[in-house]
């Protein structure tokens, strides 16, 4: 049967919300107001981005993450997280957000936030290399300098750079698959970390956070090629989609790919001329092909490059993307528990009308 109920949910709006929410033609995303752009040209950390967006003010970031080991090693950067952060509520005793007070919750959410990225670090540092010792993860000035120092040893400070202007540019991006999720477990009245947990899930899938594993390969093919056209096109004719390429929300440039360029050129990111080629071939590729639809690079594909300048490996790109969303997910969750409603929408049923047992096929096989 058929229906005019928006596939994707697309252009519905289901709450209001005082965090964010991504300007579909201005192409400007303010967090609280303050556009990112600024946030990342200005070297804002990541622990104060995480204290706008969930505190609504500066002056309160993150604290620094408590000595605790991951508890599961399961190979996989991404699903260690998750896990770990699925067993850390009952590990830590979090209550049920429906039973805590808001100054609670918000304390739960950034321990467990802390904690995301110690797991991240901890899970790529693996089991082979010895963990970097206590005193040394202390001396770390922020939290984005103490993530990497708990995965590397010292970093070099222009990664701790660029991982930071990922994690702000990222940080969050209003009603997105992810933070839905994490809402919905919220309205529940979940603990916050089981909230998370379940957005990591959300955010997994190469749709939403997989994208900017997906794209280097691409500027591997443009680097050996020297044709970056027929990159995109080859992919185009066999139906493929180009990663990093495309979104819901915007149909002008995505701001957080213009801002994460800027930073790739001024780190003169090695493959910055490979991805800046792609871009220009796939923007008039897309303007060809689909004039209907304004398709441009959105924010995994200069994370991908930025990530790759960082030496971080492409398996651990998805638990990147983690990292900093969690900020997001963590404002979302205490806006949903102060709103106080259980998130449970009505679908249109559209199967078969009524009808015995028999009716149904199979009957004589059970
Ligand atoms: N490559 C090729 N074609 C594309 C692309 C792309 N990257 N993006 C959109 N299109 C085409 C689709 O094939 C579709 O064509 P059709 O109308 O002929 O069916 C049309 O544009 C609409 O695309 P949808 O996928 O329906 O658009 P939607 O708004 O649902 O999806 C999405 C947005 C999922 C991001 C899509 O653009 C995409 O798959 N991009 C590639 C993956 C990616 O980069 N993901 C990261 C997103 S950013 C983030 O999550 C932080």
């Known amino acids: 049967m058929a229906s005019d109920i928006p596939g994707g949910l697309e252009g519905v709006v289901a709450f209001t919300t005082e965090i964010a929410e991504p300007d579909r033609d201005g192409g400007v ?8 752009a600024d946030l990342v040209r200005n070297h804002v950390t990541y622990s104060e981005v995480w204290g706008l967006l969930v505190d609504g003010e500066w002056g309160n970031p993150l604290p620094a993450a408590e000595p605790f080991p991951l508890p599961i ?10 896990a770990g952060l699925a067993m850390l509520g009952p590990l830590w005793g979090f209550e049920p957000l429906l039973d805590i007070d808001d100054a609670t919750a918000r304390e739960n959410l950034a321990r467990a936030s802390v904690m995301t990225l110690s797991f991240v670090a901890q899970s790529a540092r693996g089991l082979e290399r010895p963990a970097v010792p206590q005193h040394i993860i202390d001396r770390s000035p922020t939290v984005t300098h103490r993530f990497m120092t708990r995965w590397h040893g010292e970093p070099d400070p222009d990664h701790v750079r660029a991982i930071d202007a990922y994690w702000v540019a ?11 999720t994490a809402r919905v477990i919220a309205s529940t009245g979940a603990d916050a970390s089981t909230a998370l947990s379940g957005a990591v899930g959300a955010l997994s899938g190469p749709l939403h956070g997989g994208a900017p594993s997906r794209v280097l ?45 800027e930073v790739a050129r001024d780190l003169d990111a090695p493959r910055y001329e490979a991805a800046a080629a792609l871009e220009r071939e796939a923007n008039q590729v897309f303007a ?17 490059v930025i990530l790759d300048y960082a030496n971080v490996p492409v398996r651990m790109m998805p638990a ?29 049923y559209t199967g078969p009308a009524a009808r015995r047992p028999d009716e149904v096929p199979g009957w004589d096989t059970i």
Request: aromatic content about 6%.
């Open 320 to 348: 990147m993307f983690t990292c900093a969303r969690t900020a997001g997910w963590c404002a979302h969750v205490l806006e949903q528990k102060r709103s106080n409603k259980l998130i449970r929408p009505s679908a249109q």
């Open 73 to 82: 090693h399961s190979g996989d950067v991404r699903v260690d997280a998750q």
């Open 170 to 180: 990222a940080a969050e991006h209003g009603l997105n698959t992810s933070t839905l």
């Open 288 to 304: 060809e092909r689909r004039p209907d639809r304004a398709i441009s690079t959105n924010v995994e594909f200069w994370a991908a």
């Open 29 to 36: 995303l303010r967090y609280r107001g303050v556009d990112v």
């Open 217 to 261: 390969p691409m500027l591997d093919e443009v680097e050996r090629t020297d044709d970056p056209r027929s990159v995109v096109t080859a992919r185009l004719d066999r139906g493929e989609k180009i990663m990093g390429f495309g979104h819901r929300v915007y149909r002008a440039e995505d701001p957080r790919a213009a801002v994460l360029r």
